[in-house]
């Protein structure tokens, strides 16, 4: 039975990859942040990869480390102290490569962003801390520390489970509080967890020797309207036929600016909001069926009854 590493095991997407892992014979070491965390993993390490490495000898005898862990990217990030997403992103994923090195690990798989491209609306725009860490991660990456690296670039990731904006999105449908957007442009990337799942198992494969970075998605661009009209179809809700206008969102961000600025503390919705619901994050996927031998990709509209199910658990 072979042993695989995989870091940030505990969550959204590293316990399922554990399970997966497990369930197609590996032995499975997780990285955890907890002590005690149980999950689906034979043992568990505790260790916080922002201010220390992994402990000697946890990579021997190890046949690939998957790098799930990380600073997740955050609405609120501009007003994060960008230290906090270098310390953990990027000397984290330092950390990591040193133990693997040291071990004689030949391949390593780094989750990191389609953010390290910036934000994917066909313009010139600056990386944000967020970017900018997962960024300088994948240079490390090829720095030469290991043989074989393999970097995703994994868009906005869904599923039963999720958190964030489309989380609190499905809820406010669910409950009838969310304003009809209005038929908006704009172009986002998604991609279901259990398909990145899948590739990342494919890249950990012995004959898979393709570093890239790949972005990682389902193909599909979605936008706001598109997400609103499969929400409310999966909940069995008649989609409205009268939209707020795109002027009125913009009026109610403005008001929360204000509301924020007075109170100290942001608003559920503000011009951070309003960029994220209706601003593009568009990033041409790559081709998995030809790099990795993955065939079906899910879409958000097939995953939706499940992710219902879950949040109304």
Known sequence: MSTVVVTGASGFIGRRLCAALRHCGARVRAIVHQSGEEGPWHESVRVDLSHEGLPPRVCDGVEAVFHFAGKAH????????????????????????????????????????????????????????????????????FDGSVREPVVLRLSLVYGPGVGGNLENMLRAVDRRRFPPPPHVMNRRSMVHVDDVVRIAMAASSGDYRNAGPWVIGDGIAYSTFDIYHAMCHALGQRTPRMRMPAVAWRLLARAGDVAGRVLRRRAPFDSIAYAKLFGSAWYPPADVHELFGIYGLRTLPDALPEMIAEMRR
């Open 74 to 141: 955050a609405v609120s990030e501009i007003r994060s102290d960008p230290t906090d997403y270098r310390r953990i992103n990027v000397d984290g994923t330092r950390r990591v490569l040193d133990a693997a090195a040291s071990a004689g690990v030949q391949r390593v798989v780094f989750a990191s962003s389609v953010k390290a491209m910036g934000e994917g609306d066909g313009r010139d725009t600056a990386l944000t801390p967020y970017g900018q860490s997962k960024l300088d991660a994948e240079a490390l990456m």
